[in-house]
């Protein structure tokens, strides 16, 4: 009989190095899964989401997903499926709805509702820090990514806000994502029921 290898469905990060400051660094990131990173400032935990995206080039160790090496990939395709959401989104030249146009374009959705709070016709240089963090995580939970790399993105929006968008993670988890979540919120883990990891 034939023994069937099937390949596992997550994200692995095996031996990553990037020096001087990451190094062996050894990840598993399950479909379904929520796992919250903390550490101290300065450890590599930015660096380390900017290296499972593949934005930078790392010195050694393998990365795969559904146990295909990223070096298989094209760049901007593994970046759709492996999304970072960084704690300071870029200020596009765009509206919100444009952002929100070029996400459901990427998703091979035909629109996206706007998040509640913003309006459509608002310039995203012109949001507030909160604001620009609510429509990057909108239109990332809503688009074609797979692993979210979530980099403090509610850290500038209002406690009550905060707590909706964690909801939101929260259920796309459920469904079937796999999200690590970069946050120096000590109760954050078990707000989200996620396993901590420590960098």
Do not use: C, F, I, Y
Not at 99 to 107: H, M, N, S
Not at 119 to 124: G, H, I, L, M, N
Not at 166 to 174: I, L, P, S
């Amino acid at each position: 009989m034939t023994r069937l290898e099937v390949p596992a469905r997550r994200l692995e990060a095996q031996a990553l190095t990037r020096e001087p400051w990451l190094r062996a660094v050894d990840l598993n990131l399950d479909r379904g899964e929520l796992a919250v990173l903390r550490g101290p400032s300065g450890s590599g935990k930015s660096l380390l989401l900017r290296a499972l995206a593949d934005l930078d080039p790392r010195d050694a160790g393998s990365l795969r997903l559904d146990g295909v090496d990223a070096r298989e990939v094209p760049p901007g395709r593994w970046r759709r499926q492996v999304r970072l959401v960084a704690q300071r989104p870029p200020a596009l030249a765009a509206t919100v709805r444009g952002v929100l146009d070029l996400a459901a374009e990427l998703a091979g959705a035909s629109r996206m509702e706007v998040p509640p709070g913003l309006a459509e016709a608002q310039p995203v240089a012109r949001l507030s820090g909160g604001e620009a963090q609510l429509l990057a995580l909108w239109s990332a939970l809503r688009g074609p990514a797979e692993v979210l790399l979530l980099d403090e993105p509610t850290s500038a929006m209002d406690p009550e806000l905060a707590a909706r968008a964690e909801g939101w993670v929260r259920d796309w988890a459920r469904g079937g994502g796999a999200v690590l979540w970069v946050s120096h919120d000590a109760g954050l883990a078990a707000r989200l029921g996620a396993r901590e990891v420590s960098l």
